[in-house]
């Protein structure tokens, strides 16, 4: 903790991560990269301050609230999921120091080898993270079965979507031959096509959006009634590519009703995109240090009701972005986001 902004230098990391007294100390507890222990990083202090709105009721010793609230949930096997939601790691850009390393570094096979060492003893990361640290093992290491073998020994199932998608793909010529009659099949296959994608999506992998860009592509041509969900989605691929030109085009032809596009059913199809769009937008105009375009963003989602958490597009991500820019809390001078 600190009463200041926080300064990081991986590089002084690192060195000191390669001191043979701490290495041997690290590979006790079965860290032997620094990308493992940086992994472990859930929230960026960018984003921790405003997971929670102000008025949240807080833990203290005057008020021990956690005292009872943890032994009742422990009481009625409940679990804690906040974190999970809020998990940076699941991100294609996160703001962590785990992203920074990304950025400077290429990830190598000892990397992801000792991911998956780690997430045996520990069972951390969480396992779709871990499937995806694997995808990308079996790409960089075609010719190795190591990857493979865990994934085959984790006990948590594959999506249904990544087999629907499978399925589908047989008859994919003849989806596309009838769409324009008959254009509810090919929504079903893009569909599994964007949970697949979004289920094996990290910090670590960039699943393969070829077949699914090429989907909604189409359905944005033929499918008017759905034409926002479409786009919406390959805004978000567009995001997790860093192409933000496209993606900013997208979002705003999204969110904006355009002439011959009825309004009825604008985001029935994926009520999870809108909220999501939203936030990567505001959040990427925050990351620009274009605040005010960011707020303008964030009074656009109050306006349409996307900041309701009762609502079918309330997100948590986004009411958090939110509250970040309307603190009008710039990044730490010591390190950029």
Sequence with gaps: GSAEPMKYDLDAMQRRFDVPSVTEDLRRGDVFRLSVLLGLQVVSD???????????????????????????????????TLHGVFNETLSRRP????GEYLHRHALTVADLQSFALFYTTFKLPNVRILRSILERWREMAPDTTLAAE???????????????????????DLLFANAEREPEP???????????YRYLRSAFYQPPSEEVVTVLERLVEIDPVHQQ???????????DRGDDGRFF??????????????????????????GHVLYLVIETLWRAGRYADAQ??????RDGGYLDPG?????????????????MAPPSPGRAP
């Design 150 to 172: 865990y994934s085959a020994k984790l006990d948590f199932p594959l999506p249904v979507s990544e087999l629907e998608a499978q399925r589908m793909a047989r008859v994919r």
């Design 46 to 80: 960018y984003n921790a301050p405003f997971l929670v709105p102000a008025d949240t009721v807080r833990h203290s010793d005057f008020f021990p609230t956690l005292e009872y609230m943890a032994e009742r949930g422990f009481f009625v096997r409940d679990e804690a």
């Design 296 to 301: 303008l963003w964030c009074r656009g989602a």
């Design 95 to 98: 703001a962590t120091l785990l």
């Design 311 to 327: 609502g079918r597009y309330g997100n948590p991500l986004l009411s958090m972005v939110v509250r970040k820019v309307e603190s």
């Design 186 to 196: 090919l929504r079903m296959y893009s569909r599994h096509l964007m949970h697949a």
């Design 249 to 274: 085009q997208l979002a705003t032809e999204a969110f904006l009703t355009t002439a011959g596009v009825p309004p009825v059913g604008r985001f029935d199809l994926d009520y999870h995109a809108p």
């Design 229 to 239: 969900s479409h786009r919406l989605r390959l805004a978000e691929i567009a995001w």
